[in-house]
């Protein structure tokens, strides 16, 4: 009896563990399935931008407005910021959590930095007179850059989070899972901000 008991407690436990993993695999699934919707987002914020990009209405151009150095800027700290992501990926995988939220929080200082950057460089224009409402140009100018950078901000409250559950909790298979999805989208906001800084900034100064 005693036997049956052991092995139906067994059973029950192995049962709880996999339902655990089905949980998190679902979980995953439900995060690259954001991951595809945000890629027809921007798939579309960009073909719209290509159709409007030259209807200004009068009004200035990229060419007249983009000040490349400071998007250079913005691109060189987004772009290293993906690097200290990554290292925080690799301290997660050996098991340091001090090494893991250090390397977060100055993935997330980048991140504050680009922010910064970019809502300065559209204060700017605003300044200048090149308004969301200007062009048609400027509207899906604003959209696709104020989108992108609306994404980068998302990811820095949701890192912020992450690292206070990290330090309360440490290193789990959910703060896991949770780290390499931030780390996964931060990866794909840059790829998404090198086609911004190619199609939108070079190509509007040429």
Not at 2 to 20: C, K, P
Not at 66 to 80: D, H, K, R, S, W
Not at 162 to 175: N, Y
Request: aromatic share 12%; hydrophobic share 50%.
């Amino acid at each position: 009896m005693a036997h049956v008991a052991t092995s139906q407690s067994s059973h029950d436990h192995g049962h709880g563990h996999d339902g655990h993993h089905d949980l998190e695999a679902l979980r995953m699934m439900g995060f690259w399935i954001f991951i595809i919707t945000d890629c027809i987002i921007f798939g579309t914020l960009f073909a719209t931008y290509a159709v409007l990009v030259n209807n200004t209405a009068g009004g200035p151009s990229g060419a007249d407005l983009f000040e490349m150095p400071g998007v250079i800027a913005e691109t060189f700290i987004l772009l290293t910021s993906s690097f200290t992501s990554g290292l925080a990926v690799l301290s997660m995988n050996r098991g340091d959590k001090k090494g893991l939220i250090g390397w977060l929080i100055v993935t997330a200082l980048l991140g504050a930095s680009f922010i910064t950057l970019e809502v300065t460089e559209f204060l700017k224009m605003i300044d200048e007179g090149a308004k969301i409402s200007t062009s048609a140009f400027l509207s899906a100018f604003y959209t696709l850059v104020g989108t992108h950078g609306l994404h980068v901000s998302i990811g820095l409250i949701w890192m912020v989070a992450l690292m206070l559950q990290v330090a309360k909790r440490g290193i789990t298979p959910v703060t896991k899972r949770k780290i390499s999805n931030i780390s996964l989208y931060w990866h794909f906001l840059d790829v998404v901000w090198i086609f911004v800084f190619t199609i939108v900034y070079m190509m509007g100064v040429r």
